[in-house]
C-alpha cells in the first residue's frame, strides 16, 4: 500500500517561500498516476493546489499558479511543491496526495504550514 | 469555471437512518469526474467514491453515489457513529486540466 509523507518548515515568512516535500513509500513516483498537493486553512474547506506526473509535466490552480512550481526527485522517490510570495492567506494543512482515475486516493497525513512573522 | 455546491450544509441524523447528501454543478460534468471524500476531524480526506459511483477499495457498501449531469448524490445507509464527518463532492476538467471541491457537507451522528 502506498504511503506518503509531508515534511518541511512549519513556520514561513510572509513574503517568503514556502518549501514542502513528499516522501512516498510502497510505491514508486515513476509507477502510472499523478502527484497532487491540496491545502486546507484551519475550520475551512479543501484547495487544489496542482498535480505533477513523474516526467516532469504538472498542471496548476489557475488561482495559485503564479507562485507555484512543483518538482519530481525520482532518485528519492519524492515529489516537492514551492510556493512563493506567501501571505496569511497561505496558513493551511497541506497534504500531498495520490491519484487514482480522476482523484485522489492515498493521502498523507498533512503537514500545518503558518505564514507568520 | 465549474462551481460546485453541497447541500445541506450541516446534516444532524441517528445511528441507523440514512443520508442523502448532494453535489450541483454550474456546469454539466463527465461522470467519469466526480469523486467524493469523506473527512473526519483532524484526519486526512478519504477517498470513498470515484466516477460517480465506484467505491474505493475497502469502502464498505452502505456508501453509494449517483447522479449524472449537474446533480450528484452520495447516499450513506445504516448510519453509525463513525460516519460523524465533513464529506466533499469535488470534480475534474480536462481544459484546462484541474480539480475543485465542493464547500462540505458536515455530518452529525446523534
Known amino acids: 500500500q502506498v504511503q506518503l509523507q509531508e515534511s518541511g518548515p512549519g513556520l514561513v515568512k510572509p513574503s517568503g517561500t514556502l518549501s514542502l516535500t513528499c516522501a512516498v513509500s510502497?510505491?514508486?513516483?515513476?509507477?502510472?498516476?499523478?502527484w497532487s498537493w491540496v491545502r486546507q486553512p484551519p475550520g475551512k474547506g479543501l484547495e487544489w493546489i496542482g498535480e505533477i506526473y513523474h516526467s516532469g509535466a504538472a498542471n496548476y490552480n489557475p488561482s495559485l499558479r503564479s507562485r507555484v512550481i512543483m518538482s519530481v526527485d525520482e532518485s528519492r522517490n519524492q515529489f516537492s511543491l514551492k510556493l512563493s510570495y506567501v501571505t496569511a492567506a497561505d496558513t493551511a494543512v497541506y497534504y500531498c496526495?495520490?491519484?487514482?482515475?480522476?482523484?485522489?486516493?492515498?493521502w498523507g497525513q498533512g503537514t500545518l504550514v503558518t505564514v507568520s512573522s | 469555471e465549474i462551481v460546485l455546491t453541497q447541500s445541506p450544509v450541516t446534516l444532524s441524523l441517528s445511528p441507523g437512518e440514512s443520508a442523502t447528501l448532494t453535489c450541483r454543478a454550474s456546469?454539466?460534468?463527465?461522470?467519469?469526474?466526480l469523486a467524493w471524500y469523506q473527512q473526519r476531524r483532524g484526519q486526512a480526506p478519504r477517498l470513498l467514491i470515484f466516477?460517480?459511483?465506484n467505491r474505493a477499495t475497502g469502502i464498505p457498501d452502505r456508501f453509494s453515489g449517483s447522479g449524472s449531469g449537474t446533480d450528484f448524490t452520495l447516499t450513506i445507509s445504516r448510519l453509525e457513529p463513525e460516519d460523524s464527518a465533513v464529506f466533499y463532492c469535488?470534480?475534474?476538467?480536462?481544459?484546462?486540466?484541474?480539480?475543485?471541491f465542493g464547500q462540505g457537507t458536515k455530518l452529525e451522528i446523534k
Open positions: 510502497g510505491g514508486s513516483i515513476n509507477s502510472d498516476y499523478w
Open positions: 469535488q470534480r475534474y476538467v480536462s481544459s484546462p486540466p484541474g480539480y475543485s
Open positions: 496526495a495520490r491519484h487514482t482515475a480522476y482523484s485522489q486516493e492515498f
Open positions: 466516477g460517480t459511483s
Open positions: 456546469q454539466s460534468v463527465s461522470s467519469s469526474y
